[in-house]
């Protein structure tokens, strides 16, 4: 059994970069895409190369989340 490891000590900023870092460890093929998110991503991919979407940038969209914290 895998004795589950105690982060409480830890801020969450500290748990977040330890997430990040965690996640940056992986490999591309470490992390299985289901063929249902695939297909979305297919299709979402195709709709913004056929020009029926438009992307905005990231700064654009925190604004519209997050407005007064961008």
């Avoid at 059994?1 to 470490?30: A, K, Y």
């Amino acid at each position: 059994m895998v004795m589950p490891i105690d982060f409480s000590h830890l801020s969450p900023q500290e748990r977040l970069d330890l997430i990040g870092e965690l996640w940056e460890s992986l490999d591309e093929g470490d992390v299985p895409v289901s063929e249902g998110v695939r297909a979305e991503l297919d299709r979402r991919n195709a709709a913004f190369q056929e020009g029926r979407v438009k992307a905005v940038s990231w700064t654009e969209l925190r604004g519209v989340l997050r407005p007064g914290r961008a």
